[in-house]
């Protein structure tokens, strides 16, 4: 088993975080904690708070169409992927999504806070001497990030105080991501060391985002993902069932497609080569050496993807498909792959589902180009905004 680097992982200051833990073991037994609500039953449990916020984007993007605006998909889906994390970690609702022209402080800070952690990366010990100084002094180049990392410290207490408070009642305290990993630190600790936790980037409004750039550049795919969501078309999409969501076979395709293009992370992970050493083209890696791969070199490797560039949803059909799902990694594999993989790619299905299928979309800037700044994550380089009328039935 390749473990990952303590020293990478300790410079972004999370220690005990479920992404940054090192050790396997412990991070078998958080993993453990947080894997009924992310299972099947876990993800049709909350599919409703899903779809209603889904809804009330939809209503959003009338508004914007009545008023003639364009939409930066970005931003429409960043406010709307932080309202459902909140919603089931914390069953807090930012509201981000009912308020779509009001300024949302969170998201600046979300996205300064990335460039802060590219710091992190290249310099060791930086996160630490940030967090030893007063926020005044270091407001300029990381206040957004202490904020956010200050505020989940402050998101974890409130809720540990809660569920101190209610663990005699009858309510049931598994209704929220974090009543049930909290209820298992009330037994052992009492609440004042804490492990930072990090509310963190969603990258789904990338990925929301770069579905929609390449359908809008693709037309063909387009019309053929219109015409198999088209039995949505006069569905409320409160009344759009989970099991419809999953089974309509492009859709899934074109999520995948997307989402292999648009891989969120632009760093390397690095891992520690194990006790017995490894050989690689030859040459013997002791124990220790560190070593890595970009997503990327899976994701955009001409062996597994022919026309690796290009988007070809139809590569994840029939029975090539299912054989190309061996080399789906956009979410990482295995014990460390993203375990909100699932999660994701419903409210992805079912964001692209909605739009699709009640509004004809175009590029505001059909020369827009999908190069990202690279940050810890992708960040698109280029506004991506889309304008929009609605189908008439």
């Known amino acids: 088993m390749y473990r990952k ?43 409703p708070k899903i779809w209603a916020k889904v809804d009330i984007m939809c209503q959003g993007l009338q508004q914007r169409q009545a008023a003639g605006e364009s939409v930066e998909l970005v931003y429409l889906f960043k406010r709307l992927t932080l309202d459902v994390i909140y919603l089931l970690a914390f069953e807090i609702d930012l509201l981000n999504t009912d308020r ?18 590219m710091f992190f990366k290249w310099v060791p010990g930086l996160s630490r001497l940030v967090f030893s100084l007063p926020l005044c002094v270091i407001r300029t180049f990381f206040g957004s990030y202490v904020k956010m990392c200050r505020h989940s410290h402050q998101l974890v207490q409130r809720n540990y105080s809660r569920t101190l408070k209610e663990s005699g009642k009858d309510r049931c305290l598994d209704s929220t991501i974090f009543d049930s990993v909290l209820r298992s630190f009330a037994k052992t600790q009492d609440g004042s060391n804490l492990t930072r936790v990090q509310t963190g980037k969603v990258v789904d409004d990338v990925a929301l985002s770069t ?43 074109v999520i995948r497609e997307a989402n292999r293009l648009s891989s969120p992370l632009s760093t390397v992970l690095p891992r520690e080569v194990p006790s017995t050493g490894y050989v690689i083209g030859g040459h013997f890696l002791p124990k220790g050496t560190i070593v890595g791969f970009h997503l990327d070199d899976i994701n955009r490797n001409p062996k597994f993807f022919p026309e690796p560039n290009e988007f070809i949803p ?46 004809e979309i175009w590029l505001d800037n059909p020369n827009v180009s999908l190069n990202s700044r690279e940050m810890l994550v992708k960040i698109p380089g280029d506004d991506l905004r889309i304008r929009l009328r609605e189908i008439t039935f």
């Open 211 to 253: 579905t929609l750039v390449y359908l809008c550049k693709c037309p063909k795919e387009m019309v053929k993902l219109r015409h198999e969501v088209e039995c949505l078309r006069e569905t409320n999409v409160q009344d759009i069932q989970l099991a419809t969501i999953s089974q309509i076979p492009y859709l899934d395709a």
């Open 100 to 117: 779509y022209g009001s300024e949302a402080a969170i998201l600046s800070d979300v996205t300064i806070a990335l460039g802060a952690m």
């Open 5 to 47: 680097d303590p020293e990478f992982y300790a410079r972004f200051g999370f220690p005990g975080a479920l992404g940054a833990e090192t050790n396997p073991l412990i991070h078998q037994r958080q993993r453990k904690e947080l894997e009924p609500f992310f299972s099947s039953k876990g993800v049709e449990a909350c599919y």
């Open 314 to 359: 139809e590569r994840w059909s029939g029975e090539e498909g299912k054989k190309l799902q061996r080399w789906f990694v956009p979410f990482s594999k295995c014990s460390r792959r993203c375990i909100g993989m699932d999660f994701a790619l419903v409210e992805m299905k079912l964001v692209v589902a909605a739009i699709i299928s009640r509004f």
